[in-house]
């Protein structure tokens, strides 16, 4: 079975500090995951994907398959960071995508 | 270019009422899903769709029906609403299965 663990609810960081939002899985075969992310009145959306092996507004998350994990990384962090972010999985065998319950980021000034 | 739209944005009901949440999306994708969002659930899947003509069940689809009208449009049905079913309910669709999925704004319902 797909399950996705983000252990925090809450992350608050100062402004300028480095973030690091964690995200752990659970399944067997090769996972695409990916992090969405919810600004306040916006909707949801996509921010990275671990395939495109890209940075998206300073944030990058590299995929660890012995440690099944895909965390969240920044440098430093900017008030304009703060929202929820969700990370997902989608099984290479699945058609659904798994969410974890979200980790709210609160970068203070 | 609207992308995903839902409709309507609020609604309260009373338990046993029925309603329909509608979702319509104008980038000609093919798939298209109805998601819930609880706090400390995250979004959990109820229905999909992965083509025109095509239903199938998600994590939690007690309590619901869907109907792919076309390829744009995608409802979401209470038969009979109850208080468990208090939450925001979420429309996405994406150009396949596996490809990136764009949401609409949500339909925060609540079942008194």
């Known amino acids: 079975a797909q399950r996705v663990t983000q252990p925090e609810k809450l992350l608050s960081v100062f402004k300028g500090a480095p973030v690091e939002l964690k995200c752990n899985y659970s399944y067997s075969g090769s996972p695409e995951l990916f992090w969405y992310v919810q600004y306040s009145r916006q909707r949801l959306q996509l921010l990275l994907r671990h395939i495109s092996r890209e940075s998206i507004k300073g944030f990058t998350a590299d995929l660890n398959k012995g440690e099944t994990s895909f965390h969240l990384k920044k440098p430093f962090a900017q008030e304009e960071d703060s929202a929820m972010y969700y990370c997902a999985l989608n099984g290479e065998y699945g058609n659904k995508l798994v969410f974890g319950a979200g980790t709210i980021l609160r970068v203070k000034s | 270019n609207a992308g995903v739209t839902q409709t309507p944005k609020f609604q309260v009901l009373k338990t046993g009422q029925s309603m329909t949440l509608q979702c319509a999306q104008d980038m000609n994708h093919n798939s298209m899903y109805w998601y819930r969002q609880d706090p400390g659930m995250g979004l959990r899947l109820i229905y999909y769709?992965?083509?025109?003509?095509?239903?199938d069940k998600g994590e939690v689809p007690n309590g619901y029906n869907v109907s792919r009208l076309n390829k744009r449009e995608f409802s979401l049905r209470l038969e009979s609403a109850a208080p468990s079913q208090t939450s925001v309910y979420f429309c996405?669709?994406?150009?396949?299965?596996?490809?990136?999925?764009?949401f609409g704004p949500g339909t925060r319902l609540t079942v008194t």
């Open positions: 769709s992965a083509s025109e003509g095509t239903t």
């Open positions: 996405a669709s994406s150009e396949a299965l596996h490809w990136e999925q764009y």
